[in-house]
C-alpha cells in the first residue's frame, strides 16, 4: 500500500517538521512512490520547509500541485550555505526532479540534444528535456528558433556528422558520406573514437566557445601545413571559415569583450515572468536563452530571487567549462556572494556577479530586460487568443467549462493501402505532441482497393477508449488521460460509427461523461451525435478555427505516418518474407542469382548451389515464389 501524503495526515507532517534541524543544508521532497519531487537548498533547514505547509503562504500552482504529493522529506545538513549550494547543484543534476525545472513550459523553446551516451552520437533539435540516459546533454533553451536551425544546418556543412537517425541502407552508405558530409558512421567507417572527438568540436558551439574552438583549429590547421598535409589543412580552413560565419553580425559594443558574460533580466505580469539570459563570448552574443516562471502574487514577487534561482538551475546543468568570468543581473541577487563562491569554485577561476547601474552594461541589462518584454507581451497575446477560441468553442458546444485536453483523429490511406490513424491533443488549446499517438488499421476488410474510413474509425476509437469500456468503475472525471472533447475529422457518417462503438460501453455513460463531434471539410461545418443539421458557425469565428487547427494536425500527423509505413513497405523485398532467409543469405542469395527474378525462377536443387543455402531452405524459397505447384 503507498503511502499517504502528508497534508492529509497533520500529525505526521508536524512531527517530521519537529524533527528537521534549524541548520544550513538541502531537503528532499519524495512522492510515494520514493521518487524525488524536489530538490531545495536553505540556511534554516526547518524554517524553509516549514513554509511550503502554512496555510497563510501563498505557493504557485506548480509548487502546490508538488506539496499535495510529498509524502517524505529528507535533508542533508552542511557545514555552510556555500556546500549546501554545490551539493543541491549536483544532485538537481544526477536527480533532475520534475519540479526543480523553473522552465514553466518546456515546449515553447527547443533544446540541442548530444547523446553522448552512443557510440556514434546523434546531434538534434527537440522540445523535450527529460534525458533517458544521464550521459545525454541538452544546450539552452533557445529563444530564436530559426537562428537555432540555421545554426545546426551550418554546422553539419563545416563537420563531417552523423545525417540520419537510421541508416538508409543495412549494407553501404548513403550519398551523405559520398559528398564528405558523413563520416560513413552507418557502416562504422569512423572509429567511435574519433567521432566523438569531432562532436566534442560541435558542441563547443552550443557551450559558447566557439573563439577557443577557432583558436584549436588554427593550431592544427598551421600544423598540417607544415606537415605538407596540404588537403587536411585547407579541410580545417573551411572549417574556420564556417565557424566565423555563425555570428559575423551579432557583434556587442562592450569593453573588455575578451571577456565571457551572461547577462540576465527579467519582465513580469500578474501572472508569469519572463526570463532571458543572452550569453556573450569574446563580444558576439552566441546564446538567447529563455524561461518562464509563475509569479505566486504581487506582495511575495522578488525578482532577486527568481533571477537566482534561474541562475543556480541554468549553471547546475552546464560543465564547468561553459561558466562565464562575468554574470551581469538586472537585480541584486538575495545570496549573490554564495552564488559567486560556488561558481568560482566549480570553474576554477573567479566569477563576479555584478548588477551595474550605469553604462554600457547597464544598457546591455536595458537590452535584455526589453526583449524579455517583447517575449512576455507575445505570451500574454497568444494565451488571450487561446482563451478566446476555447471559450467561444465551449459556447458553441454549450460545454459547461472550457476543454483543457482535446483529442483530434483522422485516417489516411490510398485506397486502402497502408491504412493508418492519428490522435492529436491540444492542451489549453496548445499542441502537446509528447501525447500524440499513430494507429495501424487492424481491420481485415480494410485492404488494397477497399477502404472503409467508418469502420477505421470506430476501431481506433474503441482502441484508444478500450480501457474505459472494459471497466466502466475506472474514474473519469480528474482524470488527466481522459478528453475533455473529441474531434473526428469527417461528416455525420464517420460520427455515427464512432458513436456506435462507444454505445457499446455497459453502463452507456461514456458518452454521458465524453463531448464528441465532428468536423466537415468542405463547409467547416460541425456535427453533434444525433443531430442531421450542423450547428449555425461562422467559418471564422475562433471556436471554429480552434477545431480547424486541431483537424489539421491530426491530418498532417496521419498523412506523415502513412507516407513513413509507404516508404518503409517499398525498401522491403520479397525475400524479407521467407522464414529462415536473414540479410546475410539473401546477399548471398542475390550475389550468385543477381535477381529476385532468377531466384523465382530457379528449382530447389539449383537454389542449393548458392552459398549458404542448405536443401531444406532451398525447399521453402522455392515452395514460397511456387505456393501452388506440389
Request: some cysteine; aromatic content about 8%.
Amino acid at each position: 500500500m503507498l503511502p499517504t501524503p502528508l497534508v492529509k495526515v497533520p500529525e505526521r507532517l508536524e512531527t517530521r517538521l519537529k524533527e528537521i534541524p534549524a541548520e544550513p543544508g538541502i531537503y528532499l521532497m519524495k512522492d510515494a512512490t520514493d521518487g524525488i519531487l524536489y530538490i531545495g537548498k536553505s540556511k534554516k533547514l526547518r524554517s524553509r520547509v516549514r513554509s511550503y505547509f502554512r496555510d497563510s503562504q501563498r505557493l504557485s500552482d506548480r509548487i502546490a500541485m508538488m506539496v499535495r504529493q510529498v509524502c517524505a522529506i529528507e535533508f542533508i545538513v552542511t557545514d555552510s550555505e556555500a556546500e549546501a549550494l554545490a551539493l543541491e547543484s549536483n544532485l538537481v543534476k544526477l536527480h533532475q526532479p520534475y519540479f526543480n525545472v523553473l522552465l514553466k513550459d518546456d515546449k515553447r523553446y527547443p533544446y540541442v540534444c548530444i547523446t553522448w551516451s552512443e557510440d556514434y552520437p546523434r546531434i538534434f533539435i527537440t522540445r523535450k528535456r527529460r534525458a533517458s540516459n544521464a550521459q545525454d546533454r541538452y544546450y539552452g533553451p533557445y529563444v530564436d528558433v530559426r537562428l537555432l536551425r540555421q545554426t545546426l544546418y551550418i554546422i553539419k556543412r563545416i563537420f563531417p556528422l552523423r545525417q540520419r537517425p537510421k541508416p538508409l541502407f543495412k549494407d553501404r552508405p548513403c550519398l551523405n558520406y559520398d559528398m564528405g558530409r558523413c563520416p560513413g558512421v552507418c557502416q562504422a567507417m569512423i572509429s567511435s573514437e574519433d567521432y566523438h572527438k569531432t562532436v566534442q568540436k560541435v558542441a563547443m558551439v552550443f557551450q559558447g566557445r566557439t573563439g577557443e574552438l577557432i583558436d584549436i583549429l588554427n593550431t592544427q590547421m598551421e600544423a598540417a601545413a607544415e606537415a605538407l598535409n596540404f588537403e587536411t589543412a585547407a579541410r580545417i580552413r573551411d572549417q574556420i571559415q564556417g565557424l566565423k560565419s555563425l555570428h559575423a553580425d551579432q557583434k556587442v559594443s562592450l569593453p573588455d569583450d575578451t571577456i565571457s558574460r551572461d547577462a540576465i533580466a527579467l519582465a513580469a505580469d500578474e501572472k508569469r515572468c519572463c526570463i532571458q539570459l543572452f550569453q556573450i563570448r569574446a563580444g558576439k552574443l552566441v546564446g538567447r536563452l529563455g524561461y518562464f516562471a509563475e509569479v505566486p502574487s504581487a506582495d511575495s514577487f522578488e525578482p532577486g530571487t527568481i533571477l537566482q534561482r534561474v541562475l543556480e538551475e541554468h549553471y547546475s546543468l552546464v560543465d564547468p567549462v561553459e561558466i562565464p568570468s562575468e554574470i551581469l543581473v538586472q537585480h541584486e541577487l538575495p545570496d549573490s556572494e554564495i552564488l559567486g563562491d560556488g561558481l568560482s569554485q566549480r570553474k576554477g577561476r573567479k566569477v563576479s556577479i555584478i548588477s551595474p547601474q550605469r553604462q554600457i552594461k547597464a544598457e546591455l541589462i536595458e537590452m535584455v530586460e526589453r526583449n524579455a518584454r517583447y517575449e512576455l507581451e507575445g505570451a500574454q497575446r497568444e494565451g488571450d487568443r487561446n482563451e478566446q477560441a476555447l471559450q467561444d468553442l465551449a459556447e458553441i458546444l454549450d460545454l459547461p467549462e472550457l476543454p483543457k485536453r482535446i483529442e483530434g483523429y483522422d485516417i489516411s490511406h490510398i485506397q486502402g493501402s497502408n491504412a493508418v490513424a492519428s490522435q492529436v491533443v491540444f492542451i489549453d488549446g496548445i499542441a502537446a505532441n509528447q501525447h500524440y499517438r499513430h494507429y495501424k488499421i487492424k481491420n481485415p476488410e480494410v485492404t488494397i482497393g477497399h477502404s472503409d474510413d467508418f469502420a477505421s474509425l470506430a476501431e481506433v476509437l474503441g482502441r484508444r477508449f478500450r480501457k474505459y469500456l472494459q471497466d466502466p468503475s475506472l474514474p473519469r472525471q480528474g482524470d488527466p488521460d481522459f478528453p475533455d472533447l473529441v474531434m473526428i475529422d469527417g461528416g455525420k457518417g464517420q460520427l455515427s460509427a464512432v458513436v456506435t462503438v462507444l454505445q457499446t460501453d455497459t453502463n452507456g455513460t461514456i458518452l454521458e461523461d465524453l463531448k464528441i463531434v465532428s468536423l466537415a471539410k468542405q463547409r467547416e461545418e460541425i456535427f453533434l451525435p444525433g443531430e442531421s443539421l450542423p450547428l449555425p458557425t461562422e467559418a471564422e469565428q475562433p471556436g471554429v478555427q480552434l477545431l480547424r487547427r486541431v483537424r489539421d494536425e491530426a491530418h498532417r500527423f496521419a498523412v506523415s505516418f502513412h507516407r513513413q509505413q509507404r516508404l518503409k513497405q517499398g525498401r522491403r523485398s520479397r525475400l524479407d518474407e521467407i522464414p529462415g532467409l536473414g540479410f546475410e543469405r539473401q546477399k548471398q542469395l542475390l550475389a550468385h542469382f543477381h535477381s529476385i527474378d532468377y531466384i523465382r525462377e530457379a528449382s530447389a536443387e539449383q537454389l542449393t548451389a548458392a552459398p549458404g543455402i542448405g536443401p531444406r531452405l532451398a525447399q521453402e524459397i522455392f515452395e514460397y515464389f511456387h505456393p501452388n505447384q506440389e
